[in-house]
């Protein structure tokens, strides 16, 4: 086994439970195995205080417990199919040998991209237990600066817990958005979430010097930089594999079949190196996260021992802490679904986590999306402070278990005030969908007010008058919902577009202009989604740049 950690490990000690014959190598070329990459973040800011606490198992323990022959600092340097043999370098002492196989499994990973900057020397990468001492040792000097490059999952992990730190930190991200799995519109949730707490995030902009002490971004500006991150991505290790001739898939990793066998049925590759089938369009793809990389290393060494196995497919579930939000997503994503030109409808609500009446509910943003024909689930996305886990993972196992939007309403969730609602913010969205799905309701989505106000649609603002005076859509006329019977005949258009808070209210008075004659159609997620969301920034933008015109004239 190539790679002793997520992958490589599951796939050992499963080996040996169902075989205590064989002889089990695992060549790993760092000093640890089994060690926990996902906690290397909180290790840098602190909140896993002991390294020892990132070494789940040492060569010592597997051999204890499992026989494991596990052997540290030591790296494949190639692969001979023909003669089923590895060579092998001990790192310590230079020495290389051979080792034969019956089946070999790769799980070597996927290395950080390291774009070629000048001075990108200086940028420090995470990957293993090494790379965070040394920016574990950096940050003990207590830099007066810090830039993290890159605004993907690990990048933001990094940055929070740099200014977990206390180290005044910059984020320099490519894109117009950080988490690119997410939709703008939540994205946004968290890019204010990383101001509030004080990161300096930069969006659009990238870095194309590293000097001694700053950085120099693609707008000309220049970051104090004592210390450099980067976090733009990983790419599979495939350098041992195409250099054996196994096949090389269109996603640049290593291609495997149902069983995650390679071209060289004596070959097997799991984990972040290889690739991964979609569960949604069985296109190939590359999720590098830790549940697939363990699941396919079961997977393999049942196939290997003779078991039956289900192909894993996947959706791509993922969650992230930035600060005091979570962030969690499932399947495809809306950027994803129009650039492959499938047609999806879209809900957004902002439920609480548990009974408003119980303390310290918390406000959530969900993005449910769905087919508008038979309803499956193409994906979902949620951002808040608490229970965002929860209801993406129940979506998650929804689309697993090919439960379609509306019959998320059917789901019997566990409630009690503490914990949720009667209706739980999935049964929601199960509502919601159906009213789409059969055609009792319409909705606008927030980035497309304009294009209804360009064909006469009158934006009707259906919450109080103090709500409303805090903010609203430009253009927007108010008449609270429980006015509107009275006030009917202020309402002088026949198109309506109607706004609320968070797209409640908006719907019960959307079903009585309806019922009234009136062709109207909801805000889906209201004004609090709109008032955050990149097309509130643009309109807010206009809105002062007319203004400050006005006072010039
Ligand atoms: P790895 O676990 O990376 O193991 C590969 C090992 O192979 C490495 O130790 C490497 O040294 C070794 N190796 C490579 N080439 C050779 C060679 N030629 N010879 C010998 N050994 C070799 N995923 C999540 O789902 N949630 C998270 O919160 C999360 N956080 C993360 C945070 C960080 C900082 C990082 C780096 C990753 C995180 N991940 C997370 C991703 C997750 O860790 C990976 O998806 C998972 O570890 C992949 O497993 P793997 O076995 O493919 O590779």
């Known amino acids: 086994i190539i790679g002793g950690v997520a992958g490589g490990m599951s796939a050992a000690t499963r080996l040996r439970r169902l075989d205590e014959s064989a002889e089990i190598i695992v060549i790993e070329k760092s000093g640890h195995v089994s060690y926990a990459n996902c906690g290397l973040p909180y290790y840098v800011g602190g909140v896993i205080e002991e390294e020892k606490d990132l070494l789940l198992q040492t060569p010592a323990s597997l051999h204890a417990r499992f026989r494991l022959d596990v052997r540290v600092n030591t790296e494949v340097l190639a692969i001979n199919p023909a003669k089923k043999v590895v060579a092998i370098k001990n790192l310590v002492n230079g020495e290389t040998s051979e080792l034969d196989y019956d089946k070999l499994i790769l799980s070597p990973g996927a290395s950080p991209v390291v774009p070629p900057i000048p ?47 206390k180290i005044p930190t910059a984020l320099v991200e490519a894109t117009h958005q950080v988490l690119m799995p997410l939709d703008p519109e939540l994205a946004t949730l968290v890019a204010q979430e990383m ?224 914990f949720g609602s009667a209706k739980d913010p999935v049964n929601m969205l199960g509502y919601m969908a159906e009213n789409l799905l059969s055609g009792v309701v319409r909705t606008a989505q927030w980035n497309e007010i304009n294009e209804y106000v360009d064909k006469g649609y009158q934006v009707i603002d259906v919450r109080t008058e103090r709500e409303f005076s805090e903010g609203s859509i430009p253009g927007a006329t108010n008449i609270p919902v429980d006015e509107i019977r009275d006030r009917i005949s202020e309402i002088t258009g026949r198109k309506l577009l109607v706004s609320c808070q968070v797209g409640q209210r908006g719907h019960t008075a959307t079903m009585l202009l309806n019922s009234l004659g009136y062709d109207s159609i909801n805000l889906d997620g209201g004004y609090l989604l709109w008032s955050k969301s990149p097309a509130a920034t643009l309109a807010s933008a206009l809105i002062k740049y007319i203004s400050e015109i006005r006072t010039i004239l």
Request: aromatic share 4%; charged share 20%.
């Open 195 to 418: 101001r509030a707490h004080g990161v300096d995030l930069r969006l659009g902009a990238s870095v194309v010097k590293i000097n001694t002490d700053s950085v120099e971004l693609s707008n000309d500006e220049v970051l104090p930089a004592e210390i450099v991150i980067l976090a733009i991505g990983v790419r599979p290790e495939i350098g041992l594999a195409k250099a054996a001739g196994l096949e090389i898939g269109v996603c640049n990793g290593i291609k495997v079949d149902d069983f995650n066998r390679t071209s060289n049925l004596d070959i097997y590759a799991v984990g972040d190196a290889a690739e991964k089938t979609d569960a949604l369009d069985g296109s190939a793809t590359l999720v590098p996260l830790a549940n697939l990389a363990n699941r396919h290393g079961r997977v393999v060494s049942d196939h290997i021992s003779g078991l039956t196995v289900r192909p894993v497919k996947t959706i791509g579930t993922a969650i992230v802490k930035v600060f005091d939000l979570m962030i969690a997503t499932t399947g495809w994503n809306e950027k994803r679904l129009k650039a492959s030109h499938v047609k999806f409808l879209t809900i957004h609500s902002h439920p609480n986590s548990h009974a408003g009446y119980y303390p310290d509910a918390q406000q959530m943003t969900l993005k449910l999306i769905f087919s508008p024909t038979t309803g499956e689930i193409f994906g979902a996305q949620a951002v808040g402070r608490d229970g965002v886990d929860k209801r993406i993972d129940v979506i998650a196992t929804a689309i697993r278990g090919e439960i379609t939007a509306p019959e998320l309403a059917d789901l019997e969730l566990a409630y009690a005030p503490p």
């Open 119 to 165: 001075g990108i020397e200086r940028g420090m990468t995470l990957r293993t237990v090494e790379d965070v001492e040394k920016i574990a040792a950096s940050v003990g000097k207590n830099p007066a600066s810090a830039v993290v490059i890159g605004g993907g999952f690990i990048g933001v992990e990094i940055a929070e817990n740099l200014i977990h730190r």
